[in-house]
């Protein structure tokens, strides 16, 4: 089997589609419940609670950045969104030199296989965390990916990285590969969040969206009672094709945004200089469908 290449991916879901709810497993934080049209807000582990992105992102008023790179979207037939689908022969390898990587290459069902198996690379919300979250019933292994099946009821939420060392990432490169089939009016919200649990210390959400709309950078300010606006920096690809997203922090000096190795933007205001971690929350609502993850990668400076 052909490894895989690492891509970050993070979506919102429109302003009433995706509601991400959170709690934190011992020892860590979680990002609160946002309003409509905003992104993940902060929380406590033992106050779950749900952050709910806008159509576009994370930010529904957040300002284009002019400096965006444009490419035409990907145009992908679509699988039968409720069968498994097949990843043989489009994985690859997470980069060379990584910190951390991981590529799901060890078969691993639902149901509670999958968290014991990866116990050292993904700390799941607690199931039933605010009501949303049950990751052991829909996060699965298969073919040299993580599978997230959609069902329109349950959601999931977690931490990529040890169990140790996940909570600690001062800078770094983070990456993550993706591809989504099916699970219209759901979408994802991959991000660094402050470990600190206070947003005012950077959120940095990438990629995020619907899955069908569009991958999206949403960089938010870190001005007490300003973190609803953001940086807005469009991929202009599909959710439907494979893609590597990745983010380069430089703690307090500039933040990078990547696509597929590209360069689409430079962000240098608003950059953390506190301790974050590197998660995703997924929607329990929307078609049915799935969210594949070739791997994740990440880099200490």
């Known amino acids: 089997m052909i490894k895989r290449v690492m891509t970050v991916v993070v979506v919102a879901a429109g302003a009433a589609a995706l509601a991400l ?4 497993p011992a020892g860590s934080s979680e ?10 807000q902060s929380a406590t582990p033992s106050a779950p609670t749900t952050k709910q992105p806008s159509a576009g992102g994370s ?11 444009p490419s035409t979207p990907s145009t992908t037939a679509e699988p039968d969104p409720t069968a498994p689908p097949m990843a043989v022969g489009t994985t690859t390898n997470p980069p060379a030199g990584s910190t951390f990587a991981e590529g799901f290459d060890t078969p691993a069902p639902a149901g509670g296989a999958f968290a014991s198996t990866y116990v050292n ?36 939420a977690g931490t990529f990285g040890t169990p140790t ?14 591809k989504a089939s099916g699970g219209a009016a759901n979408g994802v919200a991959v991000m660094l969040w402050p470990t600190s649990n206070v947003r005012a210390d950077g959120e940095l959400n990438y990629p995020e969206g619907q899955f069908d709309g569009r991958p999206t950078v949403f960089h938010h300010s870190m001005v007490p009672g300003q973190e609803d ?15 590597t997203y990745t983010t380069d922090w430089v703690p307090g000096q500039y933040v990078k945004y990547y696509l597929d190795g590209e360069l689409i933007g430079t962000v240098t205001e ?14 329990n609502w929307g078609q049915p469908g799935h969210l594949l993850i070739d791997w994740v990668a990440t880099t200490t400076h």
């Open 121 to 156: 690379a993904w700390q799941p919300y607690p199931d039933a965390t605010g009501g949303k979250y049950w990751s052991s019933l829909i996060a699965s292994a298969h073919d040299g990916v993580m599978d997230v099946a959609m069902d329109g009821e349950h959601g999931a």
């Open 165 to 178: 060392g996940a909570w600690s990432h001062v800078g770094g490169t983070f990456s993550i590969r993706a």
């Open 59 to 69: 930010a529904a008023s957040a300002p284009v950045d002019e400096t965006t790179m």
């Open 31 to 40: 990002p609160a419940p946002g309003t409509a049209g905003s992104s993940v």
């Open 270 to 283: 608003n950059v953390p200089t506190t301790p974050h971690r590197y998660m995703f929350q997924i929607g």
């Open 229 to 243: 606006k953001a940086k807005r920096i469009d991929t202009h690809v599909s959710w439907r094709g494979w893609h």
């Open 21 to 24: 709810a959170t709690v934190a």
